[in-house]
C-alpha cells in the first residue's frame, strides 16, 4: 500500500507482513511505524489520506482504520469487509472501500457509519475502487470495471 498526503510533504508505504511506516519527504527518513495487531490492521493493503488529514488503511483482515497523525495514534477502526480491504478512495463527504468478499463499501467520514452496500458489485474480488464527482467506480478481478452513479 501506499499513499501521498496532499501537501506532498507525507508518504505512506504499508505491506501484508504487517508494516506500516509514515515517511517525512522533506527530510527523508520514517517518522512513525503504525503499531498492528488484531484491532488495527494485520497486514497494509490499501491507503488514503482524507482531506482532513487522517490516513485512512484497509487491512488483510478486511478493518479499516483511520490514523491519527498529530497524535501518533489509531483513531478509529471499523470491520468493513469479510476479506482483505483491496481499494481504499475518500473524498470529504465519502469513503469508499472495495473488499475482496467482492463488496463494495461506502461509509461516512464523520461517523464511521455505512452509507451503502454494493454486495454484487463484483462476481469475485473487488481490486479497486475511486472517486470522481460523486461516482464511484470499481474494477473487479472477474475483467470489469464499474460505475455506480450519485443517484
Not at 469475485?124 to 475511486?130: D, L
Request: net charge positive; proline share 5%.
Amino acid at each position: 500500500a501506499m499513499a501521498f498526503h496532499p501537501d506532498g510533504g507525507l508518504l505512506f508505504t504499508g505491506c501484508l507482513g504487517g508494516v506500516g511506516r509514515l515517511w517525512d519527504l522533506r527530510v527523508g527518513r520514517a517518522i512513525w511505524t503504525l503499531p498492528t495487531g488484531d484491532t488495527t490492521q494485520a497486514g497494509f493493503v490499501s491507503a488514503a489520506f482524507m482531506p482532513n488529514g487522517l490516513l485512512l488503511t484497509g487491512g488483510e483482515n478486511g478493518l479499516l482504520a483511520a490514523w491519527d497523525l498529530r497524535r501518533l495514534q489509531s483513531a478509529w477502526t471499523i470491520p468493513a469487509h469479510s476479506a482483505l480491504v483491496s481499494g481504499l478512495a475518500c473524498s470529504s463527504n465519502v469513503i469508499a472501500t472495495g473488499g475482496y468478499d467482492g463488496a463494495i463499501r461506502l461509509w461516512s467520514p464523520f461517523d464511521q457509519r455505512p452509507l451503502a452496500n454494493l454486495t454484487v458489485a463484483h462476481a469475485g474480488k473487488c481490486m479497486a475502487v475511486g472517486l470522481s464527482h460523486g461516482a464511484v467506480f470499481s474494477a473487479g478481478y472477474d475483467r470489469t470495471l464499474k460505475l455506480f452513479s450519485p443517484a
